[in-house]
């Protein structure tokens, strides 16, 4: 038998299983068959005309060459502007390199901050993909809990025990995926005391924050410049997940860094994405305005819908297109609960455990859709609940 690197066992990824639901309803929903789709932040409206027009005129002119590894300029200012409006901290375009995407400006970051014998402290819940592009480097990552005991809030005394001589980095989304948590002003500067005395890297993954209210979340870029990389993204706030249009904003040796790995990972975005993406950043007002306004009331929406279900309890999100159903009182985990719906009710959702044990008797539930879309979503889910046979009461073990 052939042999592969040890890479491909660390890219796997532990959450695979939970997208196999999500690709056998997308096939079914092809087929026309009456299909639900709530698994994946794919939001349900188009990008905006002037960014497909801009996108469009571009290729047209032959925009289809060679482009700086990096972005060009009028992107990465653009992107500088953004990110100074948004955190505060002023930066310049040098400071920026445009990516494929926030996924892959995470695999960049963990390339560029670790190796093997490292740590990186990732906040649990995470999204499913964390795992393996932290341990891509050959770092190891340390799962810091943020338990729905504590409302999926970091715990921060867990996050100080687990920084060892090894830890290299920590990686924060706020706006969490799947929780919707925004991490507050006060957990920051506990955060931002440790990595000063432990010199850590914060890695911000803030693809989120454009949906936040104000379309802004609390960040230590300002505090911490010479430390913090701030991830973002047009996919969530513009309607554009399928243009892979993503950045990291950083120091400027760390972004020089990403420059040389991009070289020779990913040479460059294509040019008419980047047009489009430099339009889409002009009008991101109007743009994260009406996607935030569209999901705090798809969000406001479900609740009312899925009030009184039988045996759940929905988490409500501070920001965001997803919200947590509790599913523990079905006596199902989140992964059990997801199966039964798709098969009974083709409904699909997302199994919790792909965030991590912390949330394996939750599902995930995208709420960006059609009013009509979620009604009848929310009546299929408390159906298939009603039917579900009281969990049996655990009995006390004997002495």
């Not at 042999?3 to 695979?16: D, Q």
């Not at 991009?262 to 489009?276: N, R």
């Not at 159903?325 to 959702?349: A, H, K, N, P, Q």
């Amino acid at each position: 038998m052939m042999k592969f690197s040890a890479l491909v066992e660390r890219i796997a990824g532990e959450g695979a299983d939970a997208w196999v639901t999500h690709y056998e309803a997308r096939r079914a929903q092809e087929r026309g068959e009456d299909v639900i789709l709530l698994s994946v932040g794919d939001p349900d409206f188009d990008t905006p005309d002037v960014v497909r027009e801009r996108a469009i005129e571009s290729i047209r002119a032959g925009d289809t060459h060679y482009t700086p590894a990096t972005g060009r300029l009028p992107l990465r200012e653009a992107i500088a502007r953004l990110h100074t409006a948004r955190s505060g901290q002023a930066v310049t375009a040098d400071q920026v390199v445009a990516l494929s995407g926030a996924q892959n400006a995470l695999f960049a970051s963990s390339l560029c901050l670790a190796g093997p014998g490292d740590e990186i402290i990732a906040i649990e819940p995470m999204y499913p993909t964390y795992p393996a592009t932290i341990e891509v480097s050959g770092a190891r990552m340390v799962r810091v809990p943020a338990p729905p005991a504590r409302g999926f809030r970091i715990d921060l005394e867990a996050l100080a025990a687990a920084i060892t001589p090894r830890t290299r980095a920590l990686f924060l989304a706020t706006p969490s995926n799947p929780t919707g948590v925004i991490t507050h002003a006060a957990e920051l500067d506990v955060i931002g005391d440790l990595a000063m005395r432990h010199s850590l890297w914060i890695v911000a993954d803030e693809v989120y924050a454009g949906l936040a209210p104000g379309g802004r979340v609390p960040s230590l870029a300002t505090r911490m410049p010479d430390r913090v990389v701030t991830i973002g993204s047009l996919s969530k706030s513009h309607a554009m997940t399928g243009w892979r249009a993503g950045w990291i904003v950083g120091p400027r040796p760390f972004a020089v860094h990403v420059e040389a790995l991009v070289m020779c990972m990913l040479f460059g975005l294509p040019g008419f994405v980047q047009e489009a993406a430099t339009v889409a950043l002009g009008i991101s007002a109007e743009a994260e305005g009406r996607i935030r306004d569209y999901c705090a009331a798809r969000r406001d929406f479900l609740l009312a819908e899925l009030a009184g279900a039988q045996r759940l309890s929905c988490c409500v999100p501070e920001a965001g297109m997803f919200m947590l159903i509790d599913v523990r009182g079905t006596g199902l985990s989140g992964y059990e609960f997801m199966r039964g719906l798709y098969e009974s009710e083709r409904v699909s959702v997302l199994d919790g455990g792909a965030f991590g044990p912390q949330t394996s008797g939750f599902v995930r539930v995208c709420f960006a859709a059609e009013e009509s879309v979620l009604r009848e979503a929310a009546a299929r889910i408390r159906r298939f609940a009603a039917t579900l046979p009281q969990p049996k009461a655990r009995t006390a073990r004997s002495s």
